[in-house]
């Protein structure tokens, strides 16, 4: 069966110098990466049709806006679509970037100008009208249990209206990664249906956290090709998806997933995995709620879908309070 064509917002053709530019730009090896991930379509494999809250990005200042304007047009150019590639590039590397980061890469001669909030602004929504990606930050509801390292964190996520056709469900099972993909939605839905909320930490625990062994376990009884513990689960590769111990590694570096190690006189002691900011962000609490009620030929439960729904509630308008 061939595979259905995409639309601009499931693949990023190369970025236009609309304003003119500043000479003919060598290609890099980071160029050649964004033209193969560019046929692949690299932000395809999840698409969040009931988005998390994000945290608001910061909007430039009328200071930064006015040092922008004073370069000329080839020069804004220039810098806006050299951000964009950054942010195409991050995209096509599942990585997570601050903001200081894309500056410090893109930037160069002009960190001393006080332009980065103009450029990352302009760069954000050109990305958006080019391709309907989006710049977004740790989501909200997560920020007062995730350790700090996490949370001025932002992702590229594509957002696509809902897939009422299945055209673009049928395109992620034809996908060489369908396999891998199918695994981390199954392991979010045992984080979020059978996890726990952690009160060992001075942080705020808001979201579930699941043991290793259980995780484990728990895949075994599902599949028994994976082992029931990390040692025997190391020695097989499971087809379509691979060594489960390397996958879940590349979730947490990823950020689909967290990890921490736990230290205590009891059996409490281990490792523990929760959902990271780019599963809550690309997946999302609302859509396992639906997969989980449809494997299990159910209705959606209303008090969870509620639950979720008053949370969101609260977490815009703290938002809008903030803003004034």
């Not at 977004?136 to 350790?147: A, W």
């Not at 034809?174 to 930490?201: A, H, P, Q």
């Amino acid at each position: 069966m061939s595979r259905p064509k995409r639309g601009r917002s499931q693949s990023s053709p190369p970025v236009s110098d609309d304003e003119g530019s500043v000479g003919h730009r060598k290609k890099t090896a980071v160029d050649d990466e964004e033209e193969e991930d560019n046929k692949e379509g690299i932000l395809e494999v999840f698409t969040q049709t009931l988005p998390e809250a994000s945290q608001s990005l910061l909007h430039s200042t009328s200071n930064e806006d006015a040092a922008f304007l004073t370069l000329s047009p080839p020069v804004r150019s220039k810098l806006i679509n050299d951000m964009v590639r950054y942010f195409i590039f991050m995209a096509g590397q599942k990585k997570a970037f601050t903001k200081r980061m894309a500056v410090e890469s893109v930037l160069e001669d002009y960190r001393k100008q006080k332009i980065a909030g103009a450029i990352f602004e302009s760069a954000t929504k050109k990305l958006h009208d080019l391709y309907g990606w989006s710049v977004l930050s740790t989501p909200s509801f997560m920020l007062s249990s995730l350790p700090p390292k996490y949370k001025d964190l932002n992702y590229i996520i594509n957002h696509l209206p809902p897939d009422t056709t299945g055209d673009h469900a049928s395109a992620l099972n034809e996908r060489y990664d369908s396999g891998v993909n199918g695994f981390l939605i199954v392991v979010l839905c045992l984080i979020y249906n059978k996890g726990f909320v952690r009160s060992d930490t001075k942080r705020r625990n808001d979201f579930k956290w699941v043991k290793e062994e259980s995780l484990y376990g728990w895949l075994n009884e599902i599949d028994g090709e994976i082992g029931e513990e990390v040692k025997k689960a190391k020695e097989v590769e499971v087809e379509g998806v691979g060594c489960v111990p390397n996958v879940l590694e590349d979730f947490v570096a990823s950020n689909y997933l967290i990890t921490e190690k736990i230290k205590t006189d009891n059996d409490f002691s281990g490792v523990y995995y929760a959902w990271g900011p780019r599963a809550a962000l690309e997946v999302g609490r609302k859509q396992i709620i639906y997969y989980t009620a449809n494997v299990l030929d159910q209705q959606p439960d209303p008090t969870m879908l509620q639950e979720l729904e008053e949370g969101e509630e609260e977490e815009e308008e703290g938002e809008a309070e903030g803003e004034e």
